[in-house]
């Protein structure tokens, strides 16, 4: 069979770009290195019915009407709104920071003009420098010393194995600072879990007559015999241009699945350990999900510089080096025969939302 297009990942942004082309009228070919579909947002539901985030938890945001139309075209969403508690001090804290943070770590119920005040107070008896250069000074310039270091600075330092001082200051865009009592994780306008579990999503994308997916199959082993019209790319950028420029980091994470005879573990689906313990985090997935089990499965996640690559690492060196990868990449987009798409392709800390913006705005552009 002749394809015209060949997709080399079976991820969210390798199935999205899939689905776009075989509905544009493309013979797609997927390719995927691992044995199944869905990348790192793959899930299953164990023998206890709890459906387990293969990868570590995903929950999906978005203020990106097209991208959550997009998602909702292949499952529903189950009505879930993300909230996080930071265990600091030996207690359990709503996070990221709101004025209830602030009620519970001091002690003091303020207004939401107390709040505003309270944390310009802060602000004001720390240090940090400008223009903001880094991490900790971005996070510092927001919340002060005090809140940086309960919840971010140690948080950081397992995370990525570094000093917050090295990484990108945008990291910190990540995380809100609210003066309200909105003790939500994410504030954006649509959220949720995939009701057909995000492996079921992603499958019900691939399912079109013009795509075919071949998994355990190594695209750079093969690609020397394949000559299609045209190639998407949504792997680790440095290993297509085979490391000419040198290697780039990804941080990856082990992770340890318990499943305990108890009903319910902890008080949110997911609870960070920003100064005690290795890990950092533990999600409950049934609290993802709502599904109903004697049982509890947890996800405890232990970061480490070797494994799967989860993330990219946002500090100088690594962007240097994606500047000049990602220029490569637009030679060959340029010349019409290759996009490069995704976290891994793009380098960048992209949310499951922005790959599928990313990888409509690029295929629609093409097509
Ligand atoms: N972060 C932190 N403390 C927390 C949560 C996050 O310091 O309790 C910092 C940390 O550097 C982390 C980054 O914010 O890597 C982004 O956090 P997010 O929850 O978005 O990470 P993800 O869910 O992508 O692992």
Redo the contacts with the bound molecule.
């Keep these: 069979m002749e394809y015209n297009y060949v997709v080399v990942g079976a991820g969210m942004a390798g199935a999205t770009a899939a689905r776009a082309l075989a509905e544009a009228g493309k013979k797609v070919l997927v390719i995927e290195k691992n044995d199944h579909i869905a990348g790192h947002c793959h899930d299953y539901k164990n023998t206890d019915g709890i459906t387990v985030h293969t990868y ?2 995903h929950i999906f945001h978005t203020n990106d009407k097209d991208a959550w139309e997009w998602a909702n075209r292949f499952t529903n969403f189950i009505y879930y709104q993300h909230r ?1 508690l ?1 265990y600091a001090h030996g207690r359990y804290i709503p ?2 920071i709101n004025r209830d943070t602030i009620a519970e770590l001091f002690g003091t119920e303020l207004s939401i003009n107390e709040v505003q005040q309270f944390l310009q107070d802060e602000i004001e008896h720390s240090s940090f420098e400008l223009p903001l250069a880094n ?1 900790r000074d971005a ?1 510092v310039s927001q919340v002060g010393e005090t809140l940086y270091q309960t ?6 330092r397992k ?2 194995g570094r000093d ?1 001082e090295e ?1 990108s200051a945008d ?2 865009k ?2 809100p600072v609210r003066n309200n009592r909105d003790d939500r ?1 994410f504030s954006d306008v649509y959220q949720g879990i995939p009701a057909a579990g995000y492996t079921g999503m992603i499958s019900n994308m691939l399912d079109h007559p013009e795509i075919t997916v071949q998994l355990q199959s190594d695209y750079l082993k093969v690609r020397s015999t394949m000559s299609p019209e045209m190639t998407v790319y949504t792997g680790e950028i440095d290993r297509f241009f085979d490391y000419c420029f040198g290697k780039l980091e990804y941080r990856s994470l082990r992770l340890e699945f318990r499943t305990y005879e108890q009903k319910q573990y902890q008080r949110a689906a997911v609870v ?1 350990y ?1 100064n005690d313990y290795d890990w ?2 533990i999600t409950e997935f049934k609290q993802l999900s709502g599904e109903i089990s004697d049982r509890t499965t947890l996800c405890f ?1 232990y970061p480490s510089a070797e494994g799967e690559p989860y ?1 990219i690492v946002p500090d100088d060196r690594n962007s240097a080096m994606r500047d000049e990868y990602m220029e490569k990449a637009a030679e060959l987009e340029a010349a019409g025969t290759h996009l490069f798409i995704g976290r891994l392709a793009e380098y960048t ?1 992209y ?1 499951m939302d922005q790959v599928i913006t990313a990888t409509l705005q690029k295929i629609n552009k093409l097509l």
């Design positions: 570590g938890p996080v930071s996070f990221p991490f996070v919840f971010f600075e140690n948080y950081t995370q990525w917050p990484l990291l910190a990540r995380i994780y960070n920003p950092t985090r996640e993330y800390y949310n």
